[in-house]
């Protein structure tokens, strides 16, 4: 016996992040489960939205894992979305999306009501339509002010996105258990970049398991990582968030941990990055850029790494964060073009602005040894290249 749902329909960014809300508390909820038969769950790409098969017989019992999980977890989410890179809320919006989440009854005819393709347009949600307004980080693309010239239209009022609370409620909470926030700027001028992973073809309880691992253990310290990027002769901290949005989403996927990537490479699915860049204060971001990157290429030369031991990519942090701060940025992705392409031209940049990154932290006069640790670093990356050219040819 296994029940269907198909996510609501709000475009491909707050789908995904609803499908995340979904299955990250299922997950953890019926972990024994999935440990022993990750096709417990399966999710599966529709265009720009998800169908997700779960092996239990009763809506309810997805909603009790949402609401114990929610209810588990009220102070960190809160925390997540009123403060920090996430903090685009207030606590009344917590609050009532507290509510929605711990209604179980409610909650378990809404995942009822997903039975049915096309939740969002049979009840009349969307752009002016019914329910409540939902908040820009949530739906950053809705309408077509993305085709707009923000800084010439700065007044530009697209109408309201409206979804029911459950919707809303959901997909913040997929937005603070699975994106990855990247935050840097000037004072009080703040840049922050949203990254959320979605994927065409299919996938089991394992991704959501390997992804949860990673997001929990490992992401904090490799976000304080990219907060502390300072930039080349101005007062800024987290650059990271200052480089080509792009370049942010790569560096971000290439951050994974060895068996999530092994699991992604593993399954049968492209991946994607969708990224976001939001600008102005947290309560009333706007939204400066987005976009869609395939990520699959990438994934596919980390898993080759991984495979033959090599080691982290978070553990080059230094020749990565140097290539920053001396105002090598391009070169920084052509590092990780390289691993996703092979392509000789890519390492070249790499190799040209790793060069001049240590020739630059040479001449800095802080940290004495920073330079041979970058030196030693962009050594090891010369080792990483041999790895991924022996393993084409062969
Ligand atoms: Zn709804």
Redesign the pocket.
Known sequence: MSIRMFM?GHGLYTDTLILYGITLPFCEAFEEQIEREPEFVKARSLGQTYELEIQVDDYAKIAQAIADYVADKQERLSGILTSGPLGFFDESDVKVMRQALTDRERLSDYLKSLAEPG??EL?G?GRDGR?KTMKLPLIPMAGKYLHRDLTKAPSYKAAQYK??N??CALAALGLAMAAFPVLGGMGRELNRVIVVVSFEGEVNADYFRYFNDFHVRSWEDFYRKLRSVKAAGIRATGAAAQLPLRTVMKLVVSAFSPSLVRCMAGAEARWHALGVNFAGRPRAPQVRGFHDLEVTALIMGLNELYTHGYTLITNLFDVLRSLVESGEGHALEAFLDFIATRDLTDLYVFARGAYSAVEWERTQASGKNRWEIVLSQADQCRELAEILLKSEEA
């Open positions: 609501p939740h969002a009840r949600e329910g979804a029911c459950c919707c």
